[in-house]
């Protein structure tokens, strides 16, 4: 039976096909916002979760809260950095079947005062760090015949995000978007499953200072829901995309967004 053939038997419970017990995780960004709530969601079905960011005092404290996670102290700029993750995670935890590709940077800047390093870093973080991880993760997941890759993009990779101008970041999301369909076809048959999830505006750091009254009626004005979104409301497209749940979804961007991108 070839690994582009379903090899997992159709569970008695349909909830079962969500579980991920002994299965090695790694979350990039876990250090705050998001990528603490995906760890906490993965933890939740049984995954032993890496946590990766430049924060390690913050990864420390949620080892606390996460019994079998592990902490690894990373710089995604850097290309060591992501090749000793990986190396890193093999060693103290076994092979990755999981990747979600979550860390990522964006700053408010109109195109006429965005400079080169700024667009640079937002590549780099945003892309280049997914591009590579993937990469260093594949040989594993086609090792064991499975895994999941579940690239963090969003609705600015989708539609543009004027009046708020950051270019760098839309630049950089509509690249994850499309390089999630080509990893999705390169690898499917080799049993890795790549898709992405498009989150709408949901309290992070990167959405800190909207809270205040302008930004609140500019969601009002252009979302048939009108607020941001909370955390635990990506946990079921998370679970999806990252188990079997997902057997036979590849390459696809799942819109989280309170109907933003539906008008």
């Known amino acids: ?11 008695a419970n349909p909830l079962n096909a969500f579980r991920l017990d002994g299965r090695v995780a790694i979350v990039t960004g876990a250090s705050s916002g998001l990528g603490v709530q ?22 420390k404290a949620l080892v606390e809260e996460l019994p079998g996670s592990i902490a690894i102290a990373t710089d995604l700029t850097l290309a060591d950095d992501r090749e000793r993750l990986i190396a890193e995670t093999v060693r103290r935890v076994g092979p990755p ?23 640079r870093t937002a590549m780099e973080i945003n892309v280049t760090a997914i591009w590579h991880l993937s ?24 539609v543009g995000s004027a009046p708020i101008k950051q270019a760098h970041y839309c630049a950089s999301k509509g690249a994850v978007i499309n390089l999630t369909r080509e990893l999705g076809m390169q690898w499917a048959r080799r049993g890795i499953r790549v898709n992405a999830i498009c989150p709408g505006w949901f309290p992070s750091e990167m959405t800190q200072g909207m809270d205040d009254e302008s930004s ?8 048939p829901l009108p607020r941001m979104g909370e955390l635990h409301e990506l946990d079921g497209a998370l679970l999806l995309l990252a188990s079997d749940a997902a057997s036979f979804m590849i390459g696809q961007h799942v819109v989280v967004d309170g109907g933003w991108t539906a008008r």
């Open 1 to 11: 039976m070839s690994t582009a053939e379903s090899t997992a038997p159709t569970p």
């Open 38 to 59: 995906f760890a906490r969601t993965l933890h939740a079905v049984g995954a032993t979760v890496v946590l990766a960011a430049r924060r390690l005092d913050r990864l």
């Open 97 to 119: 079947r999981i990747l979600i590709n979550n860390a990522g940077v964006g700053h408010k800047v109109a195109v006429e005062d965005e400079d080169l390093d700024t667009f």
């Open 135 to 158: 990469k260093l993760c594949a040989p594993y997941m086609k090792e064991a015949g499975s895994g999941n890759i579940v690239n963090i993009a969003s609705i600015l990779g989708l």
């Open 216 to 223: 609140m009626n500019f969601m009002r004005a252009n979302s």
